[in-house]
């Protein structure tokens, strides 16, 4: 089986939502989208105040080449437009609806069949992409209708759907390729036409079985798509990672991996890509995990985006234990930790993960042995260890020249380091400082 | 409920920490100091306690009065510091109160006098044991005899060891080292940690399955002492003849290699002593170079140098070479 | 012997004569051609490399000194006039008497405490919490009490007080270099004029949100109510942003508008008497929205 070649490490992988089917969540009174989903500027708000509107009907406009459509996930009258503080606590645009009813653009095919056909052209197809207001799913947000859209004198030779899901916890993509594997498929092959790629490898990690299995037995209908089933390492859905996996290819440092021809999809991306073009239904749900270890159900939902993280609580286990220390939107390796439970989801979130506060606190940092555990870790083949020092002593300049920016943030230094040392944090200082150093320099 | 905790990513840890690194690598010491003991007696058993002790007692006191710091004995390293200047020792009586000299040069000049464990430059239990090698010879250098131990008497027999046998020259030396298997058990003369092969390796083995080290610095060191000495071996075995100046019979040429890596310190040395983290490079292409920087001065050292063993100056020359490693054998970059 | 030792300080002799003229032409082709001034200038700096002019250091500053010919736009905050008006000297050039300056704190320290909404558990630095998120109190301009204005001072002036959390500076040490208002992420630290006998008035929030909003995490925030603007007889005090800023430039101290502030987000220093009794907690923050 196939991996990528150096670093890594091997997370508890605590899939325990794994066999809770997808149910769908009921639409809260209010719903608050963030004008900002995306990785870019916000779009534009194209509602006001009073304005009905329908599910699926654009209310944020992108004006800006990094940037993406938004939709309103419900239907209803709008409140306000005005700021909201997201999970973090930071204030963001964003439009207010309150619902009314739950009645659907005319346009968007509601129905259950399956519709195999695509008659666009690729250009089409990204357009639609834009139109729909595609994001990438595995985290980044990167709008999609940028990452089909191939620049010129560079081909893709390779569409890799990444469906490792190699982050502790999440199972949203298992569930997703369990349930909906020909939509899935369908998308991977409307992708692959975009790109004007031969063949799609669809990726999964081997602790997913009966995904593969699932995954196998539907891709011999479609032409060009092969599955690949991958060793269990974190973090295997790293897009280097996987790109180097797959194809034996390493993207060099600073370029993206149209450079070395791949380009790298989520699965669940697939999913969405697959609604929007065949049932031009926007993108204005996400496939969300419920777990915990200590909670007493675990739950795979579809939820409208901007439902709040509270709603998302009360109805799949009623309130947080007593013991909760953290919540997290995202796995515990590249997850980020939540504060403020009234805050709306967005596009991408993967999962509301809540954990027990023994098992969320972090441990007090000790002193560093040089044990050189954190760069044998490292699966971009840096020294962890060294930023530390050097950020720590302002040396920036230094930073730069043992390559901080090739980290790519998966946290293998912290998750390994014995002296408990926070070196991912330190690491992403140190980026920011040198991407300071750098712009001042400009 | 609590408040929330928030930190960046990630959240969750792989539960390694300094402190079980610590007590897995004094875990892994526990073979050789019973076989010691069972060797060596009484007297081993007590100088180990008073090496240890002393060694967590000086850290105690200069991190509470000194540094005016938290106290970090608990995390076993002055334990592994104390068990190794032990085994780098004889088990005689007048050990029991060099070792204590032995120890807090150690801890206080080895370790704390750097800034604590982690800035160290050197190995503390070798700068230790060095430092005694120099101010007592006399101590240092007087082995008891393990065929006339008494497990309970503290005074002993002295006996020779065999590297000290072959420094001497003497024409009947020859006759009178150990065999194989005695080597490998630890049925010898010598510092009585260091004697028993077997148990050091099954210490070592522990250590690599529970991945506190990796083979490269063992192998590298052992593979290069063996290698080395062969060729030396080959070139002139060791053999009985007439020293030209004087018309004396000596033993001249060097000996075999596989007597090399089992006598002296080479097996603790390398599992135990060049594998300390601090210390060593980091990459495993450095940690090649260390090791094999190591095996080549131990077997100069001890063929042409004063002392007839070499590992402890080996590895503190080396020590003193790793952040020049460090700075020049760097992990592949994945992306360049 | 004589010859011996003859022979030996005659060839040392020859030695030394044609390395001699070696090193002489050796001078004169890489010789550095500086400015004896510049040397004259670094001596009379504090040589703290503090960095707070600018500058890479104390020898940086001097350099730039010699090279302008005059100070204009040059200062060392830690030197003060003393040391402005001897560089002056040097150079030959006229200076400004410029009024003494110190860090001020513009974070209430009372309240923090009780209102943490959560609990940081990360990296140990105010730049990286920033990027994270709002900090413990939900104030998403508030301080986030790491201490990277700590760890910037040269001056050992600076300390993050226990009970609060928050930063205090020690006036008598603060030589208003502005590092630690560099170092803060949040911009919470501000250099003003020291006043006065020391006497200085100040809102003492950076919070930008509105009213109700700002209120939520800090029952001092400032709500941009606009009463102190009002009250102020040199229209020192100005609202942008929901925000009240007292220009030290203008204000005169009166404490008109430390006792108007509805949310004691004003706040006096160094006065004998507090003109407001210290009630950190306003009454009801339903009528500080109501001013608005």
């Not at chain 2, 003193?320 to 490693?325: A, K, W």
């Not at chain 3, 940086?60 to 000297?89: H, M, S, T, W, Y």
């Amino acid at each position: 089986m196939k991996t990528f070649k150096m670093g890594g490490v091997h997370p508890e992988e605590n899939k325990i939502s794994n066999d809770a089917a997808i149910e769908v969540m009921p639409v809260g009174k209010q719903m608050v989208v963030l004008m900002n989903q995306h990785l870019g500027a916000p779009a534009t708000p194209v509602v006001q105040k009073g304005d009905k509107v329908k599910v699926g009907q654009l209310i944020g406009e992108a004006q800006t080449f990094m940037c993406a459509n938004v939709h309103s996930p419900v239907s209803g009258t709008v409140l306000k437009v005005e700021p909201v503080k997201d999970a973090f606590g930071l204030a963001k645009p964003a439009v207010w609806i309150s619902v009314e009813g739950d009645e659907w653009m005319e346009t968007i095919d509601r129905t259950p069949d399956i519709k195999r056909e695509c008659p666009l052209e690729p250009k089409e197809i990204v357009a639609k992409l834009k139109e729909m207001g595609i994001v990438g799913l595995g985290g980044a947000t990167f709008p999609a209708h940028i990452k089909y859209s191939v620049p010129d004198g560079k081909k893709a030779e390779y569409l890799i759907v990444n469906a490792a899901e190699c982050e502790p916890y999440l199972t949203s993509d298992y569930r997703v390729m369990m349930e909906h594997a020909e939509e899935i498929c369908i998308g991977v092959s409307i992708l692959r036409k975009a790109l004007g790629v031969p063949n799609a490898y669809i990726c999964i990690e081997s602790n997913k079985p009966l995904a593969i299995q699932k995954m196998q037995e539907t891709a011999r209908g479609f032409e060009g798509i092969v599955v690949e089933p991958l060793k269990v390492k974190y973090p295997q859905g790293a897009e280097k990672q996987l790109i180097n996996a797959v194809t034996g290819r390493k993207v060099p440092s600073g370029k993206l991996p149209i450079d070395v021809g791949c380009v790298v999809s989520n699965v669940g991306t697939c999913f969405s890509v697959y609604e929007a073009i065949q049932k031009n239904k926007p993108l204005i749900e996400n496939i969300l995990t419920v777990t915990g270890k200590k909670l007493p159900s675990q739950h795979n939902y579809i939820v409208r985006i901007g439902t709040t993280y509270n709603e998302i609580i009360k109805h799949s286990i009623g309130e947080l234990p007593a013991t909760t220390g953290k919540v997290i939107s995202g796995g515990t390796m590249m997850g980020k930790a939540v504060v403020n439970l009234d805050a709306p989801t967005v596009k991408g979130n993967a999962s509301v993960l809540v954990m027990d506060e023994a098992e969320a606190r972090r441990n007090p940092e000790t002193a560093c042995i040089r044990c050189g555990k954190c760069m044998n870790a490292c699966p971009m083949g840096l020294e962890p260890y060294l930023f530390s020092s050097l950020v720590k002593t302002g040396r920036i300049e230094e930073a730069k020249e043992h390559n901080i920016l090739d980290c790519i943030e998966c946290g293998c230094c912290f998750f390994s380091c014995p002296a408990n040392k926070p070196l991912t944090d330190e690491i992403r200082l140190g980026k920011n400082r040198v991407r300071a150093m750098m712009a001042a320099k400009r | 409920m609590n408040l929330l905790n928030i930190s960046g990513s990630p959240h969750v840890h792989s539960d390694e920490s300094t402190k079980k690194i610590m007590w897995r690598v004094n875990l892994a010491l526990v073979p050789a100091l019973l076989v010691g003991i069972a060797y060596f007696g009484v007297s081993a058993l007590l100088v180990a306690c008073i090496s240890v002790a002393s060694c967590i007692l000086f850290q105690w006191l200069i991190e509470k009065f000194l540094l005016k710091v938290p106290s970090t004995i608990g995390d076993g390293s002055a334990v592994v510091t104390g068990l190794l200047l032990a085994f780098n020792v004889p088990a005689t009586l007048s050990m029991m109160w060099i070792v204590v000299i032995g120890a807090l040069v150690a801890i206080g000049v080895g370790k704390m006098a750097f800034g604590g464990l982690g800035k160290n430059p050197f190995n503390p239990a070798l700068v230790g044991r060095v430092f005694l090698l120099i101010s007592f010879p006399v101590q240092m250098t007087t082995w008891p005899d393990v065929s006339k131990v008494k497990f309970f008497g503290l005074d002993t027999v002295t006996g020779p060891t065999p590297l000290g046998l072959i420094k001497e020259r003497g024409a009947e030396s020859l006759g009178k080292m150990p065999q194989i298997w005695d080597m490998l058990t630890g049925y010898i003369g010598g510092s009585w940690g260091e004697v028993s092969a077997i148990a050091i390796l099954v210490g070592a083995i522990y250590l690599l399955c529970t991945k506190v080290i990796s083979w490269h610095i063992p192998v590298s060191f052992i593979g290069t002492a063996f290698v080395f000495s062969a060729i030396l071996w080959l070139v002139n075995p060791i053999h009985v003849g007439v020293d030209p100046a004087d018309g004396a019979e000596k033993l001249m040429g060097f000996i075999d290699p596989l007597t090399t890596i089992l006598t002296g310190g080479i097996m603790l040395g390398a599992c135990f002593m060049a594998t300390d983290m601090v210390t060593s490079p980091m990459a495993r292409s450095g940690q090649l170079i260390f090791g094999f920087g190591c095996g080549l001065l131990t077997v100069i050292i001890r063929n042409w140098g004063a002392y007839p063993e070499g590992v402890s100056f080996a590895i503190l020359l080396m020590n003193s070479v790793t952040p020049l490693i460090n700075r020049w054998c760097k992990p592949k970059r994945f992306a360049c | 012997m004589t010859q011996q030792i003859l022979i030996a300080v005659l060839v040392l002799g020859v030695i030394g004569a044609f390395f001699a003229v070696v090193l002489y032409f050796v001078a004169q082709k890489f010789k550095v051609v500086e400015d004896p001034l510049i040397d004259e200038v670094a001596e009379v700096l504090p040589g703290a490399n503090c960095g707070g002019c600018g500058k890479a250091g104390c020898r940086a500053f001097a350099e730039a000194c010699v090279a302008q010919g005059n100070l204009d736009g040059l200062r060392c905050a830690p030197g003060g006039d003393a040391v402005a008006q001897k560089i002056a000297q040097l150079l030959g050039c006229a200076v400004e008497q410029g009024e003494p300056q110190v860090a001020v704190v513009r974070c209430h320290p009372a309240n923090c405490g009780d209102k943490r909404r959560s609990n940081y558990d990360g990296l140990k630095s105010c730049a990286f919490q920033n990027t994270v998120y709002t900090g413990e109190s939900g104030c998403p301009f508030g301080c986030l009490g790491c201490g990277d204005c700590v760890d910037a001072c040269q001056f050992d002036a600076i300390h993050m007080d226990p009970a609060t959390g928050t930063p205090v500076v020690d006036e008598d040490l603060c030589t208003a270099c502005g590092a630690c208002a560099k170092a803060c992420p949040r911009r919470i630290i501000e250099l003003r004029n020291k006043g006065k006998k020391n006497r200085r008035v100040f809102v003492s929030c950076v919070n930008r949100e509105k009213g109700a909003v700002a209120m939520k995490s800090c029952a001092n925030a400032c709500i941009g109510c606009g009463k102190c603007a009002k009250v102020c007889p040199m229209e020192a005090i100005t609202i942008s942003d929901n925000l009240s800023y007292i220009d030290f430039t203008k204000c005169i101290a009166c404490r008109k508008c430390v006792t108007e502030c509805p949310t004691h987000a004003i706040v006096d220093v160094n006065f004998p008497s507090p003109a407001v009794k210290p009630a950190p907690k306003p009454e009801t923050p339903t009528a500080a929205e109501a001013a608005k």
